[in-house]
């Protein structure tokens, strides 16, 4: 392999999924200022709102996440769009 290839911050995160909870120890040079266990060692922290562990496609499990009132925003406009017709 390669030396010096990698960036100054390539190291070991555990990314933390929102919707369920669930945790995966992954390398990665992702910026965060957290900091997490996992499996009895400290690791830098990083939350996504979304995984396979949480993905529609991968779990086969329909539903709505919505973080930022994406939802209602939407519907609004889409009302607001019906009333114009």
């Not at 945790?23 to 990083?46: A, R, W």
């Not at 499990?61 to 769009?81: H, L, M, N």
Request: charged residues 30%.
């Amino acid at each position: 392999m390669k030396k010096d290839i990698h960036p100054d911050n390539y190291r070991q995160v555990i990314f933390v999924d929102n919707t369920s909870g669930e945790e995966f120890l992954l390398s990665s040079t992702v910026e965060t200022d957290e900091v997490g266990t996992y499996n009895g060692k400290e690791y830098p922290l990083y939350r996504v709102e979304i995984s396979s562990a949480s993905h529609p496609f991968y779990t086969g499990v329909k539903k709505t996440i919505d973080t930022a009132g994406r939802v209602e925003k939407f519907k609004a406009r889409q009302k607001a769009a019906k009333g114009q017709s």
